[in-house]
Nanobody, 123 residues
Framework: QVQVVESGGGLVQTGGSLRLSCHIS????????LGWFRQAPGKEREGVAA????????VYDNAVKGRFTISRDNTKNTVYLQMNSLKPEDTAMYFC????????????????WGQGTQVTVSS
């Protein structure tokens, strides 16, 4: 059974940083694309960043480009999201996701989801 567990969320001031972690078990980690999504209250879930399983190529939403960095450690079955220069509009529940097909992940239809970790940025 696949388990996706996020951690690292919390409360931070504007301009601060947080690093989210996501440990995934029950699948061949190195053969899956990984991504982070977020959902703010009253809004739809949106993609934040994704990393390819083979090339480790990355894509980012324009709203976070230059501030957030996604990375993966295949030896630890963990994907990270380093978030710098945080803004109040980054406040949301952040979800980790995995899928064998990169395009499926990027389109928001991954096979595996975590339960989310809350990030709150105070002004």
């Amino acid at each position: 059974q696949v388990q996706v567990v996020e951690s690292g969320g919390g409360l931070v001031q504007t301009g601060g940083s947080l690093r989210l972690s996501c440990h995934i078990s029950g699948l061949t980690f190195a053969e899956n694309a990984l991504g982070w999504f977020r959902q703010a209250p009253g809004k739809e879930r949106e993609g934040v960043a994704a990393i390819h399983w083979g090339t480790s190529g990355t894509v980012y939403d324009n709203a976070v480009k230059g501030r957030f960095t996604i990375s993966r450690d295949n030896t630890k079955n963990t994907v990270y999201l380093q978030m710098n220069s945080l803004k109040p509009e980054d406040t949301a529940m952040y979800f980790c996701a995995a899928d064998r097909i990169f395009v499926t992940l990027v389109r928001g239809k991954p096979a595996h989801w975590g339960q989310g970790t809350q990030v709150t940025v105070s002004s």
